[in-house]
């Protein structure tokens, strides 16, 4: 079982008089398991994993496996890596088997061995029946499980997948999720998403990014710990909830007519504060935690925009 660890992880575009720093000063370490990966688009998640598999090169800091720089070991680090990235390459006239056979004779895996692991990998992600199909008559979720099975082909022991469940109805979410948890058990699963259902229920370990930050790791016990007492819920007047928006986080919302006929709106609300005479405490989920630290890093970004305004 391999370590992977990032040490002070940065990438910059641009030129000096107009720089973008994607990635900033990220260091993280990964041993087997599922990491959910979470952020807004944008938040530099995409940019990090092409750095992880080695398409991009950090501006500072580096990646190790086991001790090793990955530009030291080259191929043997390739090896070890299966990659699904957001944009699916396929040839639309191969059946799923021509398909994965093609994506075996470039990871220069044996004839035998190939044949043996896509039959696996076809029953692992459901599509045994469909091996034969052009992959122009497979739907968004089948697309997407063949996406996997070719980055398990080379029985990886990093497994990275950028925002794996694109495009997916709730059906096939729930499939490819259970897929995932399953293969976290003996590699390491990088999983990145803007979507916090995709990872609440299968991820050992959450990491959040920001503008490239990473603001918040740990499992997902310790990211709920802090957000414990900071959600409330509370029903009231249209009207009320219109000015309860403006000032706090609201993770959900729901209307409906009270008893008298008004109009009643159901907020949970994110707040280190009782947000209502009438709110009550609730149990804290990962999405109200996401909003949580989401919104305090925009506060910390905004006071310290303050404070170099001041001085």
Excluded at 87 to 102: H, I, M, P, T, W
Excluded at 150 to 170: H, M, R, S, V, Y
Excluded at 262 to 280: C, F, M, N, T, Y
Aim: net charge negative; hydrophobic share 40%.
């Amino acid at each position: 079982m391999c370590r992977l660890e990032l040490t002070g992880l940065e990438k910059t575009y641009g030129n000096k008089k107009h720089t973008k720093r994607a990635v900033q000063s990220l260091t993280a370490g990964f041993d087997h398991g599922v990491y959910g990966l979470l952020g807004e688009n944008g938040a530099g998640k995409t940019t990090l994993m092409r750095m992880i598999v080695g398409i991009l090169k950090p501006t500072q800091g580096q990646i190790t496996c086991d001790g090793i720089p990955i530009g030291q070991l080259g191929g043997a680090y390739r090896n070890l890596l299966g990659y699904l990235p957001q944009e699916f390459g396929y040839y639309k006239e191969f059946s799923a088997v021509r398909f994965l056979n093609y994506i075996a004779a470039l990871k220069a895996i044996e004839p035998h061995t190939a044949k043996e692991r896509i039959a696996h990998l076809l029953e692992t992600v459901g599509l045994s029946e469909d091996a034969g199909r052009k992959l122009k008559t497979y739907s968004g979720g089948m697309l997407r499980r063949i996406g996997i099975a070719q980055a398990l082909l080379n029985d990886p022991e990093i497994l990275i997948l950028d925002e794996p469940t694109a495009g997916l109805d709730p059906r096939e979410r729930v499939r490819f999720r259970n897929i995932i948890s399953a293969l976290g058990k003996d590699r390491i699963v990088i999983l990145s998403t803007h979507i916090v259902s995709d990872v609440e229920y299968i991820a050992d370990q959450i990491m959040i990014m920001k503008q490239g930050q990473l603001i918040r790791s740990g499992t997902p016990a310790q990211i709920l710990e802090p957000v414990a007492g900071c959600v409330w819920n509370c029903i009231v007047p249209a009207q009320t909830a219109d000015g309860l928006e403006a000032a706090y986080a609201v993770s959900n919302l729901r209307n409906y007519n009270g008893d008298d006929h008004r109009e009643q709106v159901e907020l949970r609300i994110v707040s280190g504060e009782k947000p209502h005479p009438d709110a009550a405490a609730v149990e804290p989920v990962l999405e109200d935690a996401y909003l949580y630290y989401i919104e305090k890093a925009i506060e910390e970004d905004s006071n310290e925009t303050v404070q170099d305004r001041t001085i």
